[in-house]
Every structure is written in C-alpha cells, then in structure tokens.
C-alpha cells in the first residue's frame, strides 16, 4: 500500500533501511523479551543500540547546526511507522533529541544534558502527569519554591516511562517566588538528587523494558542553571513536542496496523477448517478488507499531517491535525488487534503471538499523549472557531 504523494525516494530509502532494522535485529526477539519481563541479553542490546547510532536516529529530529539530521516529518513518520510493527517495545533502544530542546536550552544545558542524549550515552525520563490534574497538565500541583539561585522542587509524579533506564528526568512544576512566579516551567533533575524517591512501580498491560514509575520530590534543589526556557515563555515550546510526539504515536499505530493485517492473512490463508480455509470465510476476508481500508485512510492523514507541517501550514492547524491522526490511527489499530486476535482463535490469546500483544501494547495508544477524548476536544474547539476551514 503505498501513498505516491508522500513518499519520495528519500523517505523510501529510510523506510526501507528501518524496515530491514525492524526484521532483522528488533522482531526476532519480541518473544525473548516477552518471556523476559521485556528485558534481552546485554550482547543483544548492544547490538541494536549500535544499529541504532549508525543510522544516526537520535539525531533525526536535531538542527543540522548542531549535528542533527534535521529530517522533515515525513521522514521521521516513514521511520516511526516502521518501528510500529514491532512489538515489546524494542524500537526504543536509542535515545531521542527534539529540536525544541535546542532553541530553549542554553549552550551550558546541551553541552550537559542534551548532547550526550544525542550521542546516545545518556537516557531521560519525563515527569509531567500527576495523579489529581491527570489528562489537565496545567493544572500541576508540583512546586518549584525559587530561593537564592536555586529551586525546591517538591511533589509527586506519575507513569514516569523509562524512569528505571534514565539517567535525568525533565520534570514539570509550578514555579513559586522570582521572576516567573506562577508560571510552569521544566526542570533537569539526576535520577540520583537527593529528595527524588521512587514511590511506587506498577506493573502494566505490556510487557516493556521500559518502566513507569511514581516518583516523590521532596525538597529536590535544582540549581537555576537546570531550568528550561525563560520567564514569561510560557513554555509554548511544548506544543511542537505534543504534535511530534501524537503524529509518530499515529505514525507507530499505522505499523502496528501493517503488521497485523500481514499476520492474520497468513495464518487465516493456512489455516484449514473441518469445512474449508479460514481465509476462505466471508467474515474472514471482510475483517481482513475493513482493516486495510481503515489503514489506508490513517495512513493518509498521518503522511498529510506530516506533509502540512513540512510544508508550514498554519500552526493551529497542524495542531488540530496531529490530534485527529493520533485519534483516527489510534481507534483504527485497536480495532485491528481486536480483530486479529479473532482471527487467531485460542492461538491469539498466547502471549508467544503478535496479535496478542499488539492487543494489550496499542490500548495505551488512545491514551498516552491526551486521550482520545482529549484529542476530540482538541479538534472540537477548532471546528467550533473557525469550521472545517480551520483543520
Ligand atoms: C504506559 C503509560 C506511560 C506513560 N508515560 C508518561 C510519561 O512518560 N510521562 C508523563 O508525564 N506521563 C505519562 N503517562 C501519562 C499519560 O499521559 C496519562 O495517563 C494521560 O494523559 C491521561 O491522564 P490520566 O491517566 O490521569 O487520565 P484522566 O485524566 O484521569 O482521565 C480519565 C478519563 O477521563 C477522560 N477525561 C479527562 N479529562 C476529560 C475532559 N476534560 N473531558 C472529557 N473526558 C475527560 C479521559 O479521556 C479518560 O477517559 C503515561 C501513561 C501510561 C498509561
């Protein structure tokens, strides 16, 4: 299923050689991992780390002035999309930079903290959602009481994905005294400062390497230095983040899709009834029809979306797009895990099979990120200001 419009021959080229990535040294070990707790061999790891550095995927969406690869959105989809079709979460085996980091960290933060995230030998986590405010981040109640050059951070967050392989944490907070007093603003914080306790750890539907732990702050001091952004930014900064973040979480999904759809057919294709092949089941083909369908239309909001942001569409727009491909895409592929679990049978229900873990891995897809309900609401307030002619 290819989409002419979109791709060219520089994003085939990165589909192709993280397709190959994908089948070669991520795929075969998903049921390693799953029997493992999500976690591989040292020797395994390293070898899809290294994999990772050459193609430079931590540098893909970094400026050029700084080493990055600075590629369009349209490439980095193709490279998402790809990393979608595998499961347990082994496509994150690198660390990922953002171009927003580079226009609001100073020379002292890169060189610190946002450098060595690029040359792949350090980990973050970040800590925004909290249990009260949940889905509304603005209204946090962690605290950063600014005294004397320093802040104290205190309070407690929650999901703080990849907490238990990072080695700092962005970390969100209200900030109390100074200049941006009453604003929010991000902060660094070692995975080791004095104050930062691990409150809980809760096992999740999936079975990732990667953790989500809470996390306590308790009179946390982080120096001035380590604050993002300055006062009165109001940390817009954060919004091109939410779009990359919601249009590659679609991006993933559109791969989750392929790779189920890829899976049923060939097992209902070989699979002989008492009275016949399963493929050869209307219900079977209709299911199978239904969910190409539904992928081709995701597919084709997620590389419009990506493509509009390229293009520099108006930025409010963008904004609404991103949350209707991460709305549309992520509804589609449960509906595709849902389906191809059926088409498996008992054999679907096996934690050794894809279907059943893209099952319980693309749930959490309607809800990290904002919700699907948040998304609607996102997209909701457009049509209400400006009607259709606003997305
Ligand atoms: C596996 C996992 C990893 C995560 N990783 C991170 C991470 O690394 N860092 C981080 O900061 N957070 C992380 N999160 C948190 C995630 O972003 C939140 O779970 C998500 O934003 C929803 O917030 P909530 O869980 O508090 O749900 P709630 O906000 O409590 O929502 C509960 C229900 O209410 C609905 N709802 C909420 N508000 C409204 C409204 N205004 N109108 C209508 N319905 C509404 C929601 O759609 C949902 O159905 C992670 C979550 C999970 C599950």
Known sequence: MDLDLYIDDNVRLWQQKIRAFAD????????????NDGVLPDDVKRRQHAVACELGLSRMDAPKTHGGLALGQKTQVAIWEQFGRVTNGLSWCFAEVYDWMFENCTALQLEKYILPLMRNETHVAYAITEAGPGSDAAGIKATAHYENGMFRLNGEKWFVTDANLSDFLIVQALVVGGDSDGEHAFFFVRIDADGLTINDNP????????????????????????RIGKAGDNMTFTYSWFRRERLMIAARCCGAA???????????RTRELSDGRLLDKDWVKFAIADAATD?????LI?????????????????????????????EMVNRTADVAVQIFGGRGYMRTNAAERFYREVRVDRIWEGTSEIQRLIIARRVEKDGLKGL
Request: with cysteine; proline share 5%; charged share 25%.
């Open 24 to 35: 070669e040294h991520l795929i075969p070990y998903e049921v390693e991992a799953e029997l």
């Open 203 to 226: 096992p999740f539907s999936h079975t990732f390497a990667a953790h989500h732990p809470t996390y306590g702050f308790s009179d946390v001091m982080v120096p001035e230095a380590d």
């Open 258 to 268: 392929e790779r189920l759809i890829e899976e049923m057919q060939e097992f209902a």
């Open 295 to 299: 992928l081709y239309a995701a597919r």
């Open 302 to 330: 997620v590389y419009d979306t990506a493509h509009s942001i390229d293009t520099g569409a108006d930025l409010k727009k963008q904004h609404a797009r991103c949350s209707m491909a991460k709305l549309f895409a992520s």
